[in-house]
């Protein structure tokens, strides 16, 4: 006997289509609309900064805006410095932070004994929720006057400086997602390489490391997003002379110390030349991020 | 002449006693397989002939297992021991890197560089597990795709690479279809005659067709074993014939 029969043998009726239906369509709607939120935001937020960054492109020229060499507002809009600043701090984040990360994943996931993990782990996540004003402090405390010091120079708010704040505060990103891949492994990946007789560390760099990249790089990714996104940290240690740095032991200043620095005093073209720094800046994690992603699904098999 | 030989082997993880009291001697050369229902302890057995329970927390063993008279639970390096005692797992489990480079990987770990010699381990290895003709031509490729069959050779050869003198299979044809696990049981039958093999299965049958001795295991205990034809034609346990005759299990 099937359903229907059965259900017309004990005298019931089908329940009617049109109450189902509208609860149904009620919540593919909200999901919907939550779906967008994000969306709707993301292209506002690039709506405005075009809308308001373009004068400045057409006042000073992209071309001369993007490698002009001298930030002189109102007169001269060069934000070339800024560029190199944004990706030489950035790049030396991920350079230094990123390889500490990624043993510190393979510590939590692969090395350390249970209670040693459940000691770190809360450390790391702690550091994820530490506001950035508050890594600024730490580096003006710790890391200038050490720099200082260490490199005998009278300034110590230099590019180094903001390198080695934002390594630390990628760090978390990076080790949570990268852990979180590595505990995702299959057991079998590990089983198999210890069976053949190769070392756990060999294992470890030979096998895990290269399964888990996907996950890995989307941390990466991340941090990278995270490090050239940072402002408050990066103007409190840095300097934010916006001449270009001669070295790393020189003050420099990104694209977002520009923006948040100028903002609040800036008008006319050199508001609009801000916004247009905030175009560059999203370029930059456009690329980043697009550069990233098409190497994940490069390598990924 | 007995390759391993376990004595009084007992195990257990954490507060089950997983294996009790199991003797067990496997001859050289010669298939030996260990059957009975899941949760019995064969797979636990075979991961204790090359230290692989080593992996799992709060395991503790006594007993002792002797590889060649030596007691590999003594104070011996499990790398070298597991250089010798190879394994090929249930679920086919290559490393997401190329044909070449999976089989080349044991010797890597060990240090081994020189190209000539490498290509020749990789050559044989895959001839050895009967797979060089389908592959040779794309060695580089990822080994992700090969077919579930191919994968499962695949990481015989990478065992035999190894030139190992026993070889332990954990249910090595389980997760493959009737025609895979038929050039599998093909080439197992080659391999018996270099190689030392303890392969667990589920299947009565495939257990029938390949092995020279067979162990039946129940919750934990090693109830018989002995000459394949002997232990499904004229098991001594009222168990073994229960379970060999399809009964239960």
């Known amino acids: 006997m099937n359903t229907a029969t059965r259900v017309q043998s004990q005298g019931l009726q089908l329940a009617p289509k049109k109450a189902m239906d509208i609860k149904e369509i009620f919540f593919h709607g909200l999901f919907l609309c939550c779906a967008m939120v ?37 007169a001269l809009y060069g934000i070339f410095p800024m560029i190199v600043a944004s990706i030489i701090s950035t790049a030396g984040a991920v350079m230094i932070g990123v390889p500490i990360a990624i043993l510190t994943a393979v510590f939590l996931a692969e090395i350390a004994p249970k209670w040693l993990a459940d000691l770190v782990r809360p450390a ?31 300034a110590g708010n230099t590019l180094l400086a903001g390198i080695i704040v934002l390594a630390i505060m990628i760090l978390p990103t990076v080790i949570t997602i990268s852990e979180t891949s590595i505990r995702a492994l299959p057991s079998v990946y590990k089983e198999g390489a210890l069976a053949l007789g190769a070392s756990h560390v060999y294992s470890i760099f030979k096998v895990l490391i290269p399964a888990a990249k996907s996950g890995i790089l989307t941390g990466v990714a991340l941090g990278v997003a995270r490090a050239i996104g940072e402002t408050m940290a990066i103007i409190m240690v840095m300097g934010n002379a916006p001449a270009m740095p001669g070295s790393i032991l020189e003050p420099a200043r990104t694209l977002t110390a520009n923006i948040a620095m100028e903002m609040a005093y800036a008008t006319g073209i050199h508001s609009n030349a801000l916004y247009a720094t905030g175009i560059v800046l999203l ?16 390598r990924a098999y | ?19 009790k009291d199991i003797s067990i001697d496997i001859p050289q050369r010669q298939v030996t397989a260990l059957i009975g229902p899941s949760g019995c302890g064969k797979s636990t057995l075979l991961r204790t002939l090359n230290r692989m329970n080593d992996l799992v927390a709060g395991v503790k063993i006594t007993g002792t297992v002797a590889f060649e008279g030596e007691d590999i639970y003594a104070d011996v390096d499990v790398k070298q021991l597991r250089m010798r005692v190879g394994m090929v797992f249930q679920k086919p489990n290559p490393f997401p890197m190329s044909i070449y480079e999976n089989i080349a990987f044991g010797l890597k770990a060990q240090g081994v560089k020189d190209k000539k010699v490498l290509d020749q381990v990789v050559e044989d290895s895959l001839r050895g597990a009967a797979l060089w003709e389908e592959v040779k031509d794309r060695l580089n490729t990822p080994a992700f795709g090969l077919s579930g069959g191919q994968q499962q050779r695949l ?42 093999i303890v392969i667990v299965t589920h299947s009565m049958n495939q257990a029938k067709r390949i092995s020279d001795r067979t162990a039946f295991f129940w919750m934990g205990e090693l109830v018989e074993q002995g000459e394949t034809q002997q232990v499904f034609n004229n098991p001594q346990d009222s168990r073994t014939q229960g379970y060999v005759s399809g009964e239960f299990g």
């Open chain 1, 283 to 298: 370029a930059f994690i456009v690329l980043l991020n697009g550069s990233l992603l098409y190497l994940n699904r490069k």
């Open chain 1, 38 to 74: 994000g969306v709707l935001s993301v292209s506002t937020i690039g709506w405005f900064v075009f809308n308001e960054g373009l004068p400045a492109f057409k006042e000073a020229g992209v071309t001369e805006f993007v490698t002009g060499k001298e930030w002189l507002p109102p």
């Open chain 2, 155 to 196: 990481c015989i050869a990478r065992a035999i690479a190894m030139e190992p003198e026993v070889i332990l299979m954990d249910e090595p044809t389980s997760a493959l279809d009737p025609i895979a696990t038929h050039k599998i049981e093909e080439l197992m039958d080659e391999l018996r005659k270099k190689f030392t």
């Open chain 2, 1 to 19: 002449m007995n390759k391993l030989q376990v004595s009084n082997l007992d195990l257990f993880y954490g507060e089950n006693h997983a294996l």
């Open chain 1, 124 to 154: 790391v996540e702690l550091l994820a929720g530490i506001p950035s004003v508050v890594y600024g402090f730490f580096g003006l405390v710790i890391i200038v006057p050490a720099i200082e010091t260490l490199f005998n120079i009278p």
